[in-house]
């Protein structure tokens, strides 16, 4: 009888190292799978394992967080481990790299043009091929990694002008078309800082199915233009921040392809072909026949 209780007591032993060798493997996962650094006061980027960048803005009575990534890993904890203030969650586009994680929020603000794209692309299988395609790795699908609670996420609508008062600091939304009909970036008005999701990338992508003819994104890089005086640095949600001079240099790229002046050259991707051309920092692959 002893050397049977004996057993038991070795194997509840093995049993319960394996479960918490389990849980510690999986929380280093989920935590390794985000970067966080600190870029201005209040000011984070995660980065989404190379992937994309999302942010958080804190004010002195709320916080905004700019774009949901892929949703492959727990993004509402390493967000609650950065502000412990209320969270506003807004998308710049519907795209799966940066609405990708919405499904673990109650709420989150973007155009109602791209609704339609974001509801599509909030499913597993979704943001498991988003996932792979993107960082090339292992990404793990939902089922492997988070799980934490699932909203039915309300989508609620914001247009040009609206600002988000986050007590001390105001973030008013800009309608940037182009990339994708519904494109928004959201500029902190007090720091001069202008968060623009994959409308001022070093490569911008016009090829895609949604995207705009490239005539009307020019007229969004246009009012930019215009607008430079407002904002001093461009925190895009690929790549690493830039002087909002950039937006010069795109500018001359999207008039160059217009008027034939600047070389195209082929250009692949996971995505579709295209073809590209380059003035400048400013890369823009576009589709010829949606110009
Ligand atoms: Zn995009």
Redesign the pocket.
């Known amino acids: 009888m002893k050397i049977r209780i004996n057993t038991m007591k070795k194997t509840l032993t093995i049993i319960c190292l394996l479960l918490i060798c389990q849980f510690l493997v999986r929380a280093q996962e989920s935590s390794s799978w985000f970067s966080v650094k600190e870029l201005r006061p209040q000011v984070w980027v995660i980065g989404d394992h190379g992937a994309d960048n999302m942010y958080v803005i804190e004010g002195s009575d709320s916080a905004l967080l700019v774009d949901t990534g892929l949703g492959a890993a727990d993004l509402l904890a390493c967000v609650k481990k950065i502000t412990s203030k209320p969270l506003i969650v807004v998308n710049t ?1 519907g ?1 799966p ?2 609405s990708g994680a919405n499904y673990q929020f109650e709420k989150v603000y973007m155009h109602p043009a791209d609704f339609e794209a974001a509801r599509s692309y909030n499913t597993p299988e979704a943001r498991s091929g988003a996932s792979r395609s993107m960082t090339g790795d292992a990404a793990p699908g939902e089922e492997e990694k988070f799980k934490g609670e699932i909203h039915n996420t309300k989508l609620m609508a914001v247009h040009e002008g609206t600002i988000f008062h986050l007590g001390g600091r105001n973030i008013r939304v800009m309608e940037t078309p182009g ?2 009909p519904g494109s928004l970036c959201f500029l902190d008005v007090e720091n001069k800082l202008f968060f623009s ?2 409308n001022n990338n070093g490569l911008v ?1 016009l090829f895609l199915g949604n995207c705009l003819p490239l005539n009307k994104y020019l007229v969004t890089l246009q009012k930019q233009e215009s607008r430079l005086y407002e904002f001093t640095t461009l925190l895009p ?1 690929h790549g690493p921040e830039m002087s909002s001079q950039f937006v010069k240099d795109q500018v001359k790229c999207v008039q160059g392809i217009l008027d034939g002046s600047l070389e195209r050259k082929p250009y692949q991707s996971f995505a579709g072909n295209a073809m590209i051309a380059t003035f400048g920092k400013a890369s823009v692959a576009f589709n010829p026949d949606n110009l």
Request: net charge negative; no cysteine; proline share 0%.
């Open positions: 586009h795209h790299d940066h990339h994708t999701g994959d992508w949600g």
